[in-house]
């Protein structure tokens, strides 16, 4: 980790190199190619998709303030902040079957 690291706008965290996902603020399906992309942490990516529908990113949830603002992503966000900037979560995705 440098200190020229890109900081996720979501967390504040620098993203190491590798560990970041470029964010579509507008989903592609929804009118958003080409539109402003910002770069997320991988696992902060993965919640805002997790929380949200492409329809709710669309219309209300098209800025990083707004993203900000959810109540499920700002308790996740403030739970981030006090990982290391390379974390990521021991169960990537669906759960693994047994």
């Given at each position: 980790?440098?200190?020229?690291?890109?900081?996720?706008?979501?967390?504040?965290?620098?993203?190491?190199?590798?560990g970041?996902?470029?964010?579509?603020?507008?989903?592609?399906?929804?009118?958003?190619?080409?539109?402003?992309?910002?770069?997320?942490?991988?696992?902060c990516?993965?919640?805002?998709?997790?929380?949200?529908?492409?329809?709710?990113?669309?219309?209300?949830?098209n800025?990083?303030?707004?993203?900000?603002?959810?109540?499920?992503?700002?308790?996740?966000?403030?739970?981030?902040?006090?990982?290391?900037?390379g974390?990521?979560?021991?169960?990537?995705?669906?759960?693994?079957?047994?």
């Amino acid at each position: 980790m440098s200190n020229s690291d890109p900081i996720c706008p979501l967390c504040d965290r620098p993203i190491p190199n590798g560990g970041g996902s470029l964010h579509h603020l507008i989903p592609k399906l929804k009118g958003g190619k080409g539109g402003p992309t910002v770069l997320l942490h991988v696992i902060c990516h993965k919640e805002v998709h997790a929380t949200l529908t492409e329809a709710e990113l669309a219309r209300e949830f098209n800025t990083v303030e707004a993203l900000r603002g959810h109540p499920r992503l700002e308790k996740f966000l403030q739970w981030v902040r006090k990982r290391p900037p390379g974390f990521r979560s021991k169960v990537p995705g669906k759960r693994r079957g047994r």
